[in-house]
């Protein structure tokens, strides 16, 4: 067994083995720290000795690491003698307390205590199995700031006494929101990279289905979770049509449709029937809204009034200037480019979006559908200026060009 099993192993083991040490040893910085120390282990003993059970060996190896850490905390001794009676390996992950084990890892690494970075960072750590290098060439940060991100998260939680817990049931509803925001982050990164020279980062964003697959699973009566899982099988569905064979983006009239992922398709609107039951909320209505665009043949036959209207309404119940600029997006082809420029100049006058590329770049587009081409190739200038994407910056300097 290589590197390769091993990091194919963690990837699938780690949230239950850190879960289940932190509910036995108390102490989730602690827990992680020796699930890591089990890796390292496992990448030089596993090429020599390839163990039988995989998964046990690197619970029975990260308990033992944690128990030697205890020990040195001349302070905790009585809780060594407790951790030390070394119980049987398949009694140290409960079957019943596993779906409840991983969940409460979800809760605890998104805590409200924590930054927004530090949340994502920690997920994709301790949930996700990712290593530092991964979430630093995903994010495009250095190594050493998702360290210390990390290692900031774990003293706070440390700090703030958070518990290895689920929350209660009302609690639970009320963090649920921002468990779901960091794997909404994760994805979004993902299918859209803030930065770089990739478009797409597919990693990331199918880190994040999986994370919205574990708790649609552990959660299956909330629907805002089945709304989030939606969105992004829908939306993932579409990754290989959206950029050629150099990288660079295929707007969405020039996609070829018959690229699309129709299994991702399937699995989504799935979900969103499950997202409906009880009527959508703001990932739901995002998923209604991704449904509406796979299931139409082509931009022209889309039903860009349907799409309108599910933007008013998650503008009704998540309010955000981005929402905005997309509802003028689907109003230019429902109604016309004239009624959309109202909207976007409205976000203008308001300076809702300030230092964005997104707005110069709908501007100019809808500029251009109008015949005001010097106007529209300053808007896609201003837009190429402010974009740290580099493909989706060439994509606009090319536009601006041909409005010569």
Not at 104 to 120: D, G, I, N, Y
Not at 217 to 242: I, K, S
Not at 290 to 297: G, I, L, N, R
């Amino acid at each position: 067994m290589g590197t390769a099993d091993v990091e194919a192993v963690w990837r699938i083991e780690s949230a239950r083995i850190v879960a289940a040490l932190t509910r036995f040893t108390g102490d989730f910085g602690l827990a992680e720290d020796a699930a890591q120390e089990a890796v390292a282990e496992a990448l030089v003993s596993w090429p020599l000795n390839p163990p039988a059970s995989p998964a046990g060996w690197l619970m029975a190896t990260a308990r033992r690491r944690a128990i030697d850490a205890i020990r040195r905390r001349t302070a905790l001794k009585d809780r060594y003698a407790v951790l030390a009676e070394d119980p049987v390996i398949d009694e140290e992950i409960d079957p019943d307390r596993i779906d409840d084990d991983i969940l409460a890892l979800m809760f605890v690494s998104c805590h409200p205590v924590l930054s927004p970075e530090a949340r994502v960072a920690l997920t994709l750590r301790v949930v996700a199995g990712l290593s530092t290098e991964q979430i630093a060439r995903a994010f495009l940060v250095p190594v050493p700031t998702v360290q210390a991100r990390i290692t900031r998260a774990k003293k706070t939680i440390a700090a703030a006494g958070v518990p290895f817990e689920l929350p209660a049931p009302g609690e639970r509803r009320e963090r649920l929101g921002g468990v779901l925001s960091v794997i909404y982050v994760i994805f979004t990164e993902g299918s859209t990279a803030t930065s770089g020279d990739r478009l797409l980062r597919p990693d990331v964003a199918y880190e994040a289905i999986r994370l919205a697959r574990t708790l649609a699973a552990l959660q299956p009566d909330e629907p805002e979770v089945h709304g989030l899982l939606a969105l992004c099988e829908l939306t993932a569905a579409r990754f290989q049509a959206r950029t050629d064979p150099d990288g660079s983006p295929v707007l969405l009239a020039d996609q070829d449709r018959r690229r699309w992922d129709f299994s991702a398709i399937n699995r989504g609107l799935a979900a969103l029937v499950k997202a409906s039951a009880r009527g959508l909320g703001p990932y739901g209505l995002q998923a209604a809204i991704a449904a509406a665009h796979a299931s139409a043949p082509s931009v022209e036959d889309t039903d860009w009034d349907r799409i309108v209207v599910l933007y008013e309404a998650l503008g009704r119940v998540a309010p955000s200037p981005v929402v905005e600029l997309n509802r003028a997006v689907a109003v230019a082809m429902a109604s016309g480019p004239a009624q959309a420029l109202a909207i976007v100049d409205e976000l203008i006058a308001l300076d809702r979006l300030p230092g964005s590329h997104l707005v110069p770049t709908v501007r100019g587009e809808l500029l251009a559908r109008l015949g005001r081409r010097p106007e529209a190739r300053t808007e896609l200038e201003l837009a190429a200026r402010l974009c740290t994407n580099q493909h989706e910056r060439s994509v606009l300097l090319r536009k601006a060009a041909a409005l010569d």
